[in-house]
């Protein structure tokens, strides 16, 4: 799922692109994408792009006449600049918006259909897709410990709650959580504060970090590859490669739908965290230690 590096590339691209141009239509490739009826995407053309924003994961973009559409990509949904008035592809082609200057494609890749798009009416109506979760620039370390240590979970999983934090994914909230030298699985009532004032710097260090280098890697162009898994980075997607720091081998734990990457020399003293299915095949084999597995 596109997390906030990729998202603010996105706006930033299409700003230089399409800010400012007036729209001159909307199409809808496939009926399952709108997720609204009123104001229909018709209302949309001859209107100009003037502001692009997001909230949480959301994508928004506002119209002349207070008229905003709004764009969640969920997990595999991507866009693409492309030649203006092209061809909606057939199978993952969810929407077009045709400006002067070339067409935003809104694709989205496999057979389920979660991305969304809704159309909506003035900017009240933006307050429906507010989860809650703070924006790390925006917050103090104080206001980020606050929301932190509200309910008591492991870090990963308030790192990525939206209701929590905003725009924060399964890939950078690995990456954060290495350069803090912390347990994805420390429960956040448990951060001291100096383990806090890490973290905190951490979450903006790894987040400015890797919209700077995405920038510079697109330049002028577009973010065409947008994926969660990059070569510099740490753990995410390293398993069993050296951690950059150590050289420990990076360990992981799948669990539902989702996984946790991690050096267990940086961040857990050592110890092996337990994945559930493997540790109970192995049962007594499960090594809890590198000087277990490394034997």
């Known amino acids: 799922m596109p997390e906030y590096p990729d998202l603010t590339i996105y706006l930033d691209r299409l700003a230089a692109r399409a800010k400012g141009r007036e729209l001159e239509r909307l199409r809808i490739g496939s009926p399952f994408v709108l997720r609204t009826v009123d104001p229909k995407p018709d209302e949309f053309a001859g209107k100009k792009l003037i502001a692009l924003s997001r909230i949480g994961k959301r994508l928004i973009f506002r119209f002349e006449g207070d008229l905003f559409a709004v764009i969640h990509l969920m997990i595999l949904g991507r866009l693409h600049w492309k030649g203006r008035g092209i ?16 067409t935003l494609l809104l694709v989205e890749h496999g057979k389920k259909r979660r991305a969304s798009l809704h159309l909506v009416r003035g900017e009240a109506a933006l307050d429906q897709f507010r989860r809650g979760g703070i924006e790390v620039f ?3 370390q104080e206001q980020f410990a606050e929301a932190l240590k509200r309910k008591n979970l492991t870090i990963k999983r308030a790192l990525t709650d939206p209701t929590i934090i905003a725009a924060i994914g399964n890939a950078y909230s690995d990456e954060i959580l290495h350069r803090a030298k912390l347990s994805p699985f420390k429960q956040t009532q448990s951060i001291g504060d100096e383990e806090m004032q890490r973290l905190f710097a951490a979450t903006r260090g790894v987040l400015s970090d ?20 990059h070569k510099g980075m740490a753990v995410h997607g390293k398993y069993k490669q050296p951690c950059p720091v150590c050289g420990a081998p990076v360990q992981r734990i799948v669990y539902a739908d989702n996984e946790a990457n991690y050096c267990a020399r940086c961040q857990t003293e050592g110890r092996i965290l337990a994945d559930r299915a493997l540790s109970r095949l192995l049962k007594e084999s499960w090594p809890r230690t590198l000087e277990e597995l490394e034997g």
Do not use: C, M, N, Q
């Not at 061809?87 to 070339?102: E, K």
């Not at 697109?218 to 065409?224: A, F, H, I, L, Y």
């Open 87 to 102: 061809r909606i592809p057939r199978g993952g082609g969810l929407a077009a918006f045709d400006f002067p200057t070339g």
């Open 138 to 140: 925006e917050a103090t």
């Open 210 to 229: 890797w919209t700077r280098w995405l920038g510079e890697e697109v330049g002028e162009g577009w973010p065409e590859k947008v994926t969660a898994f």
